[in-house]
């Protein structure tokens, strides 16, 4: 499975390859917001060796920015900020 890793103190966002106990078996990254999107998944070429490090990191999963969810907020600014 494929996700997105940010680094709770860095900020940073990685393309994570991970394994059926949701550990990481294969990272990629830093990548850039722009490169963080649903479409993405999968396309990066994940390498194991810096998956030992990922698992050992602080970090949280990142959920793309859906560009639907863009032009909702530029319609509706007032609930721009809610939490979803």
């Known amino acids: 499975m ?3 890793w940010q680094h709770e103190k860095s ?3 990685f393309a994570v390859r991970t394994g059926l ?3 990481a078996i294969g990272v ?3 990548i850039t917001q722009a490169e963080a999107t649903a479409e993405n ?3 990066f070429d994940c390498d194991p060796e ?3 490090w990922a698992n050992e990191q602080p970090m949280r999963l ?3 920015i859906d560009e639907a969810d863009d032009d909702m907020d530029a ?3 007032e609930q721009a900020f809610i939490p979803r």
Do not use: S
């Open 75 to 77: 319609a509706f600014p």
């Open 28 to 30: 990629t990254g830093p």
């Open 62 to 64: 990142y959920e793309p």
């Open 2 to 4: 494929y996700t997105y």
């Open 11 to 13: 900020g940073e966002i």
């Open 41 to 43: 998944y999968g396309d």
């Open 50 to 52: 810096d998956a030992e």
């Open 21 to 23: 106990d949701g550990l």
